[in-house]
């Protein structure tokens, strides 16, 4: 479904290319043929319809660039895939939920095909604004064309909505589990870095985790932050990694002192503010760096620069919600805003109890480029959803093991729970 927001159809429906790797999963049913015609039956309320039908044609072709399958649009009926704009309850026995939370649906080949988009929600074209057409409808047409959930936080098939990408890129994920279900184009077209063969790859996958790898033994962190560049990096003892959308990247870890110069080991937490500057912490004092180059008269007192925060923090972040920064200790935490006088508010410290389902004493915490907000502690991390400010509800349930989620740990004991195939 994508819940914060997301879409309607269930998670992890069918099988993948490996149920102990985050790839794509296919849901079992494909269509027979590769020439597919569709029809938009009922358009949206606050849409231009040419505009509409644009963006459609845009997102089936998607697919198209990848494979021979080819999507023709017809003013009448029959049609392989029928595409409507509906409200509330409206006859599928899966009713829409308003605004936000279920953005649309769409049926497997074996069911149908069909796609359905909740016309409660702000349709937009080409803006950041409201929920986009173009990237929910891709992503639903992938399920009308056979694919399940993507377990890749950088798939299209991820379950939850990306948010408007002005230069969006079909996944490597996504194009191999299309060119599995219809093979690759045919006559020089693109292929993609995807491959339907039985040894191809999806994002570059890291190497097997060798037995004495510290972060597979013990995923534990010091701190998660994202740079400006939004590449993201873990931080713990004198190292630091840098991580892909699944793993740990070729090369890491490094030492600390070689990449951040001036910087101590064991940090407690780190973050990128909106200037670009990233702010590490430790102990009373903080540093901050302009990239990799550590800013004049740094390291300097928390108590100078972030007044009101405590000494000694377990975590902070910045928070998508507000633009806020949060730092976070034991059982309590603080809100942070510099263009206030204070910038901690008398009510604060708050109880960590206030972010529901997230435990005490935390180890990091992390606004990701994919919306979500994950909390980390221990060997665990957990997904909130900024919506029902709650810990989000998926299947495997969280918190989850970190060493297998993020850091590319095949040998960590867990299996993905795979649900029964249902539209």
């Not at 358009?43 to 997102?59: F, G, Q």
């Not at 039985?198 to 701190?223: F, G, I, V």
Request: include cysteine.
């Amino acid at each position: 479904m994508m819940t914060m927001p997301r879409c309607g159809v269930r998670d992890k429906v069918g099988f993948g290319s490996d149920s102990r790797s985050k790839r794509y999963a296919l849901q079992g049913s494909r269509w027979k043929v590769k020439a597919l015609t569709y029809r938009i039956s009922k358009y949206p309320k606050r849409l231009n319809r040419d505009d509409v039908d644009k963006e459609v044609a845009k997102a089936f072709g998607v697919w198209s660039e990848y494979t021979d399958l080819t999507f023709t649009a017809k003013k009448s009926n029959p049609v392989h895939i029928d595409i409507r704009f509906e409200t509330g309850e409206h006859g599928d026995g899966d009713p829409f939920d308003g605004p936000g939370g279920t953005l649309a649906h769409a049926y497997f080949p074996v069911y149908g095909g069909d796609a359905h988009f909740d016309d409660a929600e702000q349709w937009t074209v080409n803006s950041a604004r409201g929920t986009n057409l173009f990237q929910v409808a891709a992503h639903e047409f992938g399920h009308s064309l056979g694919l399940s959930h993507s377990d890749v936080r950088s798939a299209l098939m991820a379950p939850f909505y990306r948010g408007y990408d002005s230069v969006f890129k079909l996944d490597s994920d996504d194009i191999q589990g299309i060119q599995a279900l219809y093979g690759r184009k045919s006559g020089g077209g693109s292929s993609g870095s995807g491959s339907s063969g039985p040894s191809a790859k999806t994002t570059k996958a890291p190497a097997a985790p060798r037995e004495d790898d510290a972060m597979c033994k013990d995923p534990r962190l010091d701190a998660l932050f994202n740079t400006g560049d939004g590449s993201t990096y873990a931080f713990k003892g004198n190292k630091y990694y840098k991580l892909t959308e699944n793993a740990i990247a070729d090369g890491y870890p490094k030492l600390i002192s070689d990449g951040w110069p001036g910087l101590p080991s064991n940090i407690d937490a780190a973050f990128t503010y909106k200037n670009g500057k990233t702010y590490f912490f430790k102990g009373s004092k903080y540093w901050r760096y302009n990239g990799r180059n550590l800013d004049g008269d740094y390291p300097k007192e928390i108590n100078e620069g972030f007044t009101g925060v405590p000494n000694n923090i377990d975590a902070a972040m910045v928070w998508g919600g507000n633009g806020k920064i949060y730092f976070y200790k034991g059982s309590k935490f603080w809100r942070f805003d510099p263009l206030k006088r204070p910038p901690v508010k008398s009510t604060y410290p708050k109880p960590i109890t206030n972010w529901e389902g997230i435990p005490d004493n935390i180890d990091a915490a992390l606004q990701y480029t994919n919306g979500y907000t994950y909390f980390f502690k221990g060997d665990k991390y957990y997904r909130f959803n900024d919506r029902t400010f709650s810990i989000d509800s998926a299947d495997p349930a969280f918190p989850r093991p970190s060493a297998h989620w993020w850091f590319g740990c095949k040998d960590t004991p867990y299996q993905y729970s795979v649900k029964p195939t249902e539209p």
